[in-house]
């Protein structure tokens, strides 16, 4: 909206660099997502994120049949709608990926501790907007802030989901062949981009400098939310090649455990734990038996 509360459209078809490689990212990951689930590669899939996700889309994306801006726009709206509803469509329903789903590492209850905070919250702010509330007169702008508030935490029963399977012995090796951290890592670096995107069509938009200067309290701190949420998953990913080093002892360290853990002693090549402490108990059978006598019988010649 300008300063006279009318609904503008600030050069929503402008391109630049940061915005093609953003969308680019976005819909890479979006893509390698459902066709991971499609294959059913889904036991480090977070269903909830997901669902968030085509949440955030749905509430984006409500002025999709009643404003136009460009073919490419509402291509990439529907493109980004569908994709996820047929995601979370394959988590529900599709063999093997339903069945291969871990439920028990998705345990957030997203709905609850997630979409609801974030819609009180976006009320909130819109309700403190100096311009006025426009709930009634224009939903779309309060689900718009609904949408960005949700965005910056949707991701956050998946990263969860990742760091639990990386505690559980995968920490800091063989990270980057798993699947799931690509697009991750491709949604981390579609936010950074548009954030790149904000900052350059604030300084070259007049108007596009205007409309961020009324949504700046909530983009920045939904951006900054999401830099702390992904910081961790980026530091996993790039300490193996920060700190090889480091990386090499805590995968030593993590395989000898399972090894002990297995009944496999790591110093003896292949010998069991409990064959070694059946060997040592033997001995301390031995130890405790009574000593033979040492004289001589009488069929024996009497040492000198």
């Known amino acids: 909206r300008n300063h006279t509360g009318a609904i503008t459209k600030p050069h929503a078809t ?40 085509v949440l955030v889309a749905v509430t984006r994306y409500l002025d999709l049949f009643s404003s136009f801006y460009s073919v490419y726009i509402s291509f990439m709206k529907i493109v980004y709608i569908s ?5 979370v469509a394959c988590l529900y329903c599709k063999e093997p990926g339903c069945s291969a789903y871990n439920a028990a ?70 990270v980057v062949r798993d699947a799931i951290c690509v697009p991750l890592f491709l949604f981390g670096i579609y ?35 999401q830099v702390l949420i992904y910081s961790e998953f980026f530091y996993i990913v790039l300490r193996p090649y920060l700190c090889p080093a480091r990386a090499e002892l805590a995968k030593a360290d993590q395989t000898g455990a399972e090894e002990i853990g297995a009944g496999v002693d790591p110093e003896v090549g292949g010998a069991t734990v409990n064959g070694t402490q059946d060997v040592v108990k033997t001995i301390a059978q031995q130890q405790q038996q009574p000593a033979t006598s040492m004289e001589p019988t009488g069929n024996e010649a009497p040492r000198l």
């Open 105 to 174: 590492q998705d345990s957030v209850q997203h709905w609850l501790h997630i979409a609801l905070p974030c819609f009180f919250l976006a009320w909130a702010y819109k309700s403190q907007d100096p311009r006025g509330f426009y709930l009634q007169s224009d939903v779309t702008e309060l689900m718009w802030t609904f949408s960005v508030v949700l965005e910056s935490v949707a991701m956050l029963p998946q990263l969860l989901m990742v760091r639990r399977s990386f505690q559980n012995g995968r920490k800091y090796h063989c």
């Open 191 to 225: 936010r950074f981009l548009y954030l790149l995107n904000w900052g350059y069509r604030a300084m070259t938009e007049p108007s596009f400098a205007f409309m961020l200067s009324h949504t700046r309290l909530v983009l920045t701190v939904s951006a900054f939310v």
């Open 83 to 87: 994709l996820g509803v047929a995601t």
């Open 14 to 53: 402008t391109m630049n660099v940061f915005k093609a490689l953003a969308d680019l990212s976005r819909l890479v990951g979006t893509v390698i997502f459902f066709l991971m689930a499609w294959k059913g590669n889904t036991s480090a899939m977070s269903r909830k994120s997901q669902e968030l996700y």
